[in-house]
């Protein structure tokens, strides 16, 4: 079993930056790509970014594309999201979720393992 935890969160002006951070509890080989989600208020959750554990591996949704960044410290269990330009239609919670395989995937049903979320607000 792998836990996950989100921090970061919190209120910025539309063009400031965050930055995320989600630590999981042991890295084990089981866990070899970690992704971003969120889910805005009346909005299905939706996919942000992944990395593989080795960092080697990035993907990211369009909308954020150029504006956010993963990044990986396996030494430290933790992968980042760097966010810049935010938006308020950034605005959600953002969960961090592990999968098991070493791969970059966007669907929701490929990750094993979910933190509990961090809010991040964006003020226009």
């Known amino acids: 079993q792998v836990q996950l935890v989100e921090s970061g969160g919190g209120l910025v002006q539309a063009g400031g930056s965050l930055r995320l951070s989600c630590t999981a509890s042991?890295?084990?080989?089981?866990?070899?790509?970690v992704g971003w989600f969120r889910q805005g208020p009346g909005k299905e959750r939706e996919f942000v970014a992944t990395?593989?554990?080795?960092?080697?591996?990035?993907y990211y949704a369009v909308s954020v594309k150029g504006r956010f960044t993963i990044s990986t410290d396996s030494a430290k269990n933790t992968v980042y999201l760097q966010m810049n330009d935010l938006k308020p239609e950034d605005a959600a919670v953002y969960y961090c979720?592990?999968?098991?395989?070493?791969?970059?995937?966007?669907?929701?049903?490929?990750?094993?393992?979910w933190g509990q979320g961090t809010q991040v607000t964006v003020s226009s």
């Open positions: 042991r890295r084990t080989f089981s866990t070899f790509a």
């Open positions: 979720a592990a999968d098991r395989y070493y791969r970059t995937s966007d669907r929701e049903d490929d990750y094993d393992y």
């Open positions: 990395i593989t554990w080795d960092g080697r591996n990035t």
